[in-house]
């Protein structure tokens, strides 16, 4: 008898959607395969822990032609991925990520959890 996998859904904030549009199409596609992992209940290659934000929140971190793009979701949300926020990496502080991308991660996922609630 073989196992049936439960496919989640990806759901976007509208803001992320609207960031990750402005990804080159090849980028878009990488990450795409990296949320479709997680849907699956997998971590993508690519897919790290986001850290400082609580369990459950990763990030597909991607160099791409020479820019560093990443996708942050939350996996422990409702029965969804959701993806709170996309952008490119223009860190002044070598491999840290900028804290006012941070800080929008932040208030996106609060905002989220008190719509969801």
């Given at each position: 008898m073989s196992e049936s996998r439960k496919t989640r859904p990806v759901s976007w904030l509208k803001?992320?959607?609207?960031?990750?549009?402005?990804?080159?199409?090849g980028a878009q596609n990488i990450c795409l395969v990296?949320?479709?992992?997680?849907a699956e209940g997998g971590k993508a290659d690519v897919a790290k822990p986001m850290l400082g934000l609580g369990s459950g929140v990763f990030e597909i971190a991607l160099p791409f032609k020479g820019n560093a793009l990443r996708?942050?979701?939350a996996v422990q949300l409702a029965d969804e991925i959701w993806v709170l926020h996309a952008f490119q990496k223009k860190s002044k502080k070598g491999v840290a990520t900028p804290r006012h991308?941070?800080?929008?991660?932040k208030q996106r996922l609060r905002a989220l959890k008190e719509m969801l609630s």
């Open positions: 803001a992320a959607l609207r960031d990750f549009e402005d990804f080159p199409a990296g949320l479709i992992v997680a996708v942050v979701y991308e941070i800080e929008i991660v």
